[in-house]
């Protein structure tokens, strides 16, 4: 089964400080994908970005980067130089290559809830 | 761009009432799922559905529960007699590819 950990629930900086949010993930699967979502207070669910389990090579994307590890099931966030509108929580999640239609479930962690300050 | 919608946003019901949450998936996918979120709590998944038939469901999903493509464009959840904790803000989502699944705004549901 398929399991994802954010061990921290809440994040609390100063604009203009960087975020890195920590997700460890469980599966048995040699094949599956990653992903990051943001949800702000207005409720609804923001992909962000995703990562497959074949590719570790880190990226940037403006002003998120990610750092995917398999040797330690680690996929964890940064936020650089946040801003107030990052404020949300973020959720981890994993999808395993199911080998059935329309499988590919999104199992979520329980989420980090970031704050942001002026 | 392209999104998935849903309606209504707010639902208040009654305990024992049936509801219908409704879902319109982007257009060209062709997998669609159903996840809820209880206040403050993680997303959990409850189904996915492909070729008009239930590909996965979890323990959630139990026979309170169905879920219809009664068209070309609607995808919808039916609770059949609500309970308290039947309470969450449930979402749709849909995808063409093995990548992301898009999600819809949530419908949140308050049973009373």
């Known amino acids: 089964a398929q399991k994802v950990t954010q061990a921290q629930t809440e994040i609390s900086v100063v604009e203009k400080e960087d975020v890195t949010l920590d997700c460890v993930y469980e599966t048995r699967d040699t094949t599956y994908y990653l992903f990051w979502y943001k949800q702000p207070p207005s409720g609804e669910l923001v992909f962000l970005i995703r990562r497959n389990s074949f590719d570790e090579q880190n990226e940037i994307s403006g002003r998120y980067s990610w750092n995917f590890q398999k040797s330690t099931s680690s996929f964890n966030f940064t936020i650089t130089a946040s801003q107030v509108v990052d404020s949300a929580v973020y959720f981890c999640?994993?999808?395993?290559?199911?080998?059935?239609?329309?499988?590919?479930?999104?199992?979520f962690g329980g989420g980090t809830r970031v704050l942001v300050k002026p | 761009e392209p999104e998935v919608t849903q309606t209504p946003s707010h639902q208040v019901t009654q305990m024992g009432q049936e509801v219908i949450l409704r879902c319109v998936p982007i257009s060209n996918h062709l997998y669609f799922y159903w996840y809820r979120q209880i206040l403050g709590q993680k997303v959990e998944f409850l189904v996915s559905f492909y070729n008009n038939e239930i590909s996965e469901k979890s323990e959630i999903f139990d026979d309170q529960f169905s879920v219809e493509r009664p068209d070309g464009s609607n995808f919808t959840l039916k609770i059949r007699s609500t309970k308290l904790e039947d309470s969450a803000m449930y979402f749709c989502a849909s995808r063409i590819s093995i990548w992301e699944q898009f999600f819809g705004p949530g419908t949140r549901l308050t049973v009373l």
């Open positions: 999640a994993l999808s395993e290559n199911s080998r059935r239609a329309a499988g590919n479930k999104l199992t």
